[in-house]
T-cell receptor, first 115, second 111 residues
Framework: ETGVTQSPTHLIKTRGQQVTLRCSSQSGHNTVSWYQQALGQGPQFIFQYYREEENGRGNFPPRFSGLQFPNYSSELNVNALELDDSALYLC??????????????FGAGTRLSVL | GDSVTQMEGPVTLSEEAFLTINCTYTATGYPSLFWYVQYPGEGLQLLLKATKADDKGSNKGFEATYRKETTSFHLEKGSVQVSDSAVYFCALIHDNNDMRFGAGTRLTVKP
């Protein structure tokens, strides 16, 4: 059983650019959630994808968007990057929607630096 | 909205010391509560969980009890090891998929 994998591991961009982060979910999982973790803070929920549809969104602007593919892998896209977007982006997968019963399994994250 | 507050770190202990990391929450209804651990360079790993009042979650010597009356979910371990050094996150979730995390507490255990 493969775990959650994210790519790339590190990324450096400049303000105004666009970025795409990728996540492969754990085998058998159909739900992917994305989180932003600023330095020294806990993760903040961006959105969740369940069977290729957005299924819940946190307090993030529309320039944060996502996709989920038929194999349940997912992308997080961020447009018009701002300095405050610098953070660790975590992907988590679960079997069905994340609840107390359906545990989320996290990847190691992508460290994004915006200069 | 829902929120989680953890004791500020960092926490530094000697090996075999007793550990408590405080966690309190604010939420409507009855959320489920979690502790996650993050080792350097790794993602979050579920340590334990509790889904209703008075439930006790336990794993690897760590324990936490869901206290509805004090809205708390404190993490405890009787004897810490150097390998327990990590960042610990308290979290809650309702059925709306939005998991809320505390800011994390860094634990360093010295031999």
């Amino acid at each position: 059983e493969t775990g959650v994998t994210q790519s790339p591991t590190h990324l450096i961009k400049t303000r105004g650019q666009q970025v795409t982060l990728r996540c492969s979910s754990q085998s058998g999982h159909n739900t992917v959630s994305w989180y932003q973790q600023a330095l020294g803070q806990g993760p903040q929920f961006i959105f969740q994808y369940y069977r290729e549809e957005e299924n819940g969104r946190g307090n993030f602007p529309p320039r944060f968007s996502g996709l989920q593919f038929p194999n349940y892998s997912s992308e997080l896209n961020v447009n018009a990057l701002e300095l405050d977007d610098s953070a660790l982006y975590l992907c988590a997968s679960s079997f069905d929607q994340a609840t107390a019963k359906n545990i989320q399994y996290f990847g190691a994250g992508t460290r994004l630096s915006v200069l | 909205g829902d929120s989680v507050t953890q004791m500020e770190g960092p926490v530094t202990l000697s090996e075999e010391a007793f550990l408590t990391i405080n966690c309190t929450y604010t939420a409507t209804g009855y959320p489920s509560l979690f502790w996650y651990v993050q080792y350097p360079g790794e993602g979050l790993q579920l340590l334990l969980k509790a889904t209703k009042a008075d439930d006790k979650g336990s794993n690897k010597g760590f324990e936490a009890t869901y206290r509805k009356e004090t809205t708390s979910f404190h993490l405890e371990k009787g004897s810490v090891q150097v390998s327990d050094s990590a960042v610990y996150f308290c979290a809650l979730i309702h059925d709306n998929n939005d998991m809320r995390f505390g800011a994390g507490t860094r634990l360093t255990v010295k031999p």
